[in-house]
């Protein structure tokens, strides 16, 4: 089998390619000129040199491949409206328009749960939750991945492309320092973190996440899929920070909220981002579990001792 991994030289995109290889599968990259594509191809990955903005490297990437695994995305760094749009809106849609034209048989593409808007008190976020209403309040990213999904979404329907899309949460695992949370910061071993040590964490080790990736793949029904991956939808925060202090012996401070909340716009965010990230958000798994057999393979405690281990 032949594949594509757009990205492949993301957090994500590398990971899944070695796997990949590791499996005996037969990886194409899209990746920008760099030592990490170096790397992947040293691996035994071809790599096209190019990114979403180069057509023709889309088409030859794509080209004679059964399945595409779409992870490419402008996630955290710097950059203009226009530039997050162009990247991850109109290269989604470029790589989608170029998987149709060569008769690929899959396509995966990588989104995210920041597609989701605030939810009321209780509600249980699921597949068929609306995108967020307003993403024009979100910040760059979110509000060019709402798009982005909803353009797949729309695609897949009027063209018969099939895809399966994939929500993760907080992503993490060797190569990343662990989170603390979406509002927290962090001072020597102390983690101030903002919010009711109740609410949940969404998160995915790595490892976990890339057992389900081709799991979906593997489902080529012709169907759209859609599916919400988080590997323990009642993990809370402070079950998180306990297991991380046992680990790392770092300590953490959980604070009220509604400060940053008042002083959002002063530091450059939306009280709409601030109020959706101090929200208890309740993410349902259950369809990822019940149509792949998926499950979470390494468990949080073993999950952050291999973070910690490896990332520093």
Same mark, same amino acid.
């Given at each position: 089998?032949?594949?594509?991994?757009?990205?492949?030289?993301?957090?994500?995109?590398?990971?899944?390619?070695?796997?990949?290889?590791?499996?005996?599968?037969?990886?194409?990259?899209?990746?920008?000129?760099?030592?990490?594509?170096?790397?992947?191809?040293?691996?035994?990955?071809?790599?096209?040199?190019?990114?979403?903005?180069?057509?023709?490297?889309?088409?030859?990437?794509?080209?004679?491949?059964?399945?595409?695994?779409?992870?490419?995305?402008?996630?955290? @760094? /710097?950059?203009?409206?226009?530039?997050?749009?162009?990247?991850?809106?109109?290269?989604?849609?470029?790589?989608?328009?170029?998987? #149709?034209?060569? !008769?690929?048989?899959?396509? $995966?593409?990588?989104? @995210?749960?920041?597609?989701?808007?605030?939810?009321?008190? %209780?509600?249980?976020?699921?597949?068929?939750? /609306?995108?967020?209403?307003?993403?024009?309040?979100?910040?760059?990213?979110?509000? @060019?991945?709402?798009?982005?999904?909803?353009?797949? $979404? @729309?695609?897949?329907?009027?063209? %018969? #492309?099939?895809?399966?899309?994939?929500?993760?949460?907080?992503?993490?695992? /060797?190569?990343?320092?662990?989170?603390?949370?979406?509002?927290?910061?962090?001072?020597?071993?102390?983690?101030?973190?903002?919010?009711?040590?109740?609410?949940?964490?969404?998160?995915?080790?790595?490892?976990?996440?890339?057992?389900?990736? /081709?799991?979906?793949?593997?489902?080529?029904?012709?169907?759209?899929?859609?599916?919400?991956?988080?590997?323990?939808?009642?993990?809370?925060? !402070?079950?998180?920070?306990?297991?991380?202090?046992?680990? !790392? !012996?770092?300590? &953490?401070?959980?604070?009220?909220?509604?400060?940053?909340?008042?002083?959002?716009?002063?530091?450059?965010?939306?009280?709409?981002?601030?109020?959706?990230?101090?929200?208890?958000?309740?993410?349902?798994?259950?369809?990822?579990?019940?149509?792949?057999?998926?499950?979470?393979?390494?468990?949080?405690?073993?999950?952050?001792?291999?973070?910690? &281990?490896?990332?520093?």
């Amino acid at each position: 089998m032949r594949v594509c991994v757009t990205g492949g030289t993301g957090f994500i995109g590398r990971t899944l390619v070695r796997r990949l290889l590791a499996e005996g599968t037969q990886v194409r990259v899209l990746a920008r000129p760099s030592h990490r594509a170096d790397e992947l191809e040293a691996r035994g990955a071809e790599v096209v040199r190019g990114d979403l903005n180069d057509p023709d490297a889309i088409e030859r990437a794509v080209q004679e491949t059964e399945v595409v695994y779409h992870a490419a995305a402008k996630i955290d @760094s /710097p950059g203009t409206r226009t530039e997050f749009f162009e990247t991850n809106v109109r290269g989604t849609e470029q790589v989608l328009q170029a998987c #149709l034209r060569a !008769g690929v048989g899959r396509v $995966v593409y990588i989104s @995210s749960i920041a597609v989701y808007g605030l939810v009321r008190e %209780g509600e249980r976020i699921s597949e068929d939750t /609306p995108y967020d209403d307003a993403p024009e309040k979100r910040d760059f990213y979110a509000e @060019s991945k709402i798009a982005a999904d909803e353009l797949a $979404v @729309s695609f897949a329907k009027k063209t %018969g #492309l099939s895809l399966a899309i994939v929500r993760p949460g907080i992503v993490y695992g /060797p190569g990343r320092p662990l989170p603390a949370g979406l509002l927290a910061f962090r001072l020597g071993k102390t983690d101030f973190v903002f919010g009711n040590r109740e609410n949940r964490i969404p998160l995915n080790y790595m490892e976990n996440l890339i057992d389900a990736i /081709p799991l979906v793949a593997d489902l080529k029904d012709g169907k759209l899929r859609q599916y919400i991956v988080v590997d323990d939808e009642n993990l809370t925060l !402070g079950q998180y920070h306990a297991a991380k202090t046992d680990a !790392g !012996g770092t300590r &953490t401070l959980f604070l009220p909220g509604w400060p940053v909340l008042v002083g959002a716009p002063l530091g450059g965010m939306s009280r709409r981002q601030v109020a959706r990230a101090l929200q208890d958000r309740w993410y349902d798994t259950r369809r990822i579990r019940e149509e792949t057999g998926w499950a979470p393979k390494v468990p949080l405690r073993e999950a952050i001792q291999r973070t910690l &281990t490896t990332s520093g």
